[in-house]
Each structure stands twice: as C-alpha cells, then as structure tokens.
C-alpha cells in the first residue's frame, strides 16, 4: 500500500510539474491571442481506487492564430469558472496550439 501511495504522489508531482513548466514556457515565448470560450466539458472521474467520483471541468476555446487562421485550444489551468462565450486573453505556443493558458488579469 505504501508504495502504490508514493506511485500516486510521484505521478501527481510528474504532471503538476510538467504543467507548471508548460505554463512557464508559454508565457515566456507564446503569441498572446484573444479568444472566445467555445465549450465547456464537464467530467467525473475518479482516483487512485478511491471509487468516489469528482468533478472535472474542462474549458475550451477558439481564437485566430497570427497566420489568421481560427482554431480552438483546450485551456490549461484556468484557475477561475468560466461561461460560454466569454472573452479571454490567452497566450499560446505555435508548435503546440491545441493547449493555451489563460493570463491572470481576465
């Protein structure tokens, strides 16, 4: 049990990392963008064997690269709630578009 516990907590820290350096990245060198809350999903899931469920949302939205061309990125870490159609400041990279982060501020 002890292991599968340090398993959980080493794989939670290799994501909540990944995520962190991802962000830092894409403030230091994206390409800031306004963009529109397309869709919003909203999950269960649930954890470690634990059979509870909880509740994961996730938010997406569609915004006009430089080339001019629309798309839509799933946000990372938006921190707050979001609603359909709100607009949002977002900064992006161009080699990885599909994931945006949301700039505090909005």
Known sequence: MLYAAIALVGIFAYYAFRTYVWQFNA???????????????????TGGGDPANYPVTYYYVRFRKEDGKETEARLLNPGKNLEMGSRVHIRYLPWREGIATLMKGD
């Open 27 to 45: 403030k230091l060198n994206g390409v800031d963008a306004e963009a529109t809350v397309s869709w919003i999903e909203r999950v269960s899931r």
